[in-house]
Each structure stands twice: as C-alpha cells, then as structure tokens.
Nanobody, 123 residues
Framework: QVQLVESGGGLVQAGGSLRLSCAAS????????MGWFRQAPGKEREFVAA????????PYADSVKGRFTISRDNAKNTVYLQMNSLKPEDTAVYYC????????????????WGQGTQVTVSS
C-alpha cells in the first residue's frame, strides 16, 4: 500500500532552519505531484508548497514564499521542504501528500497523506 513518511520536524528558534523529508513507497513516485500542507492548533489545514513530477513547477503559499523551498529526488522517492527564516507562526503539524492529478494547491485533490511531523518555532 502507499505510504508517505515525514521526518525532520522539531523545535527551533525563530530565524532558524529545518529540512523536512517525506519518503514515499508503494507508488510510482515520479508519476505523482507532491505537496506540503500544515495545520496549526485550532486552524484548518493550509497549503504550503507543491511540486510537479519533474520539479519544474513549484507554487508556494504567499506566507512562505522566499523562505521555504520544495524539491524532490525521484531516484530516492523523496520530497523535501527546506524551511529558512522560521517564524513562530510557522508552528504547525506539517503533512506531505501525493496526487496523480495536475499540480494543485487544493488538499481535497491529494489522495495520499502522511502522518505529519510537528514543527515548533519559539520566539
């Protein structure tokens, strides 16, 4: 079955950096667009970034543009989220997701989801 496993979360001070990884198995990874979403306590899940199969298209949420970078390694079946200049408002559980559809920011289009990894940014 399809599995997406996130790692790399943790506690970091404001201004610091983290790199999240999402290892995929049970699917033809290079055929899927991948996305990162996050959910803070008491808030709805929101789009962070996405990447198409080749890595040539990478939309970002305005709130993270210029600070976060999404990338993928199809040989390793892994997608990454490099997060720099972290802010307390970036605190959330971060999820990766996979879709066979065209690249999209809509969470409902993503068929597969990981279990999430906690990112906490202290001020």
């Amino acid at each position: 079955q399809v599995q997406l496993v996130e790692s790399g979360g943790g506690l970091v001070q404001a201004g610091g950096s983290l790199r999240l990884s999402c290892a995929a198995s049970g699917l033809t990874f290079s055929s899927y667009s991948m996305g990162w979403f996050r959910q803070a306590p008491g808030k709805e899940r929101e789009f962070v970034a996405a990447i198409n199969w080749s890595g040539g298209s990478t939309p970002y949420a305005d709130s993270v543009k210029g600070r976060f970078t999404i990338s993928r390694d199809n040989a390793k079946n892994t997608v990454y989220l490099q997060m720099n200049s972290l802010k307390p408002e970036d605190t959330a559980v971060y999820y990766c997701a996979a879709t066979r559809s065209v690249l999209t920011m809509l969470s409902k289009v993503y068929a597969y989801w990981g279990q999430g990894t906690q990112v906490t940014v202290s001020s």
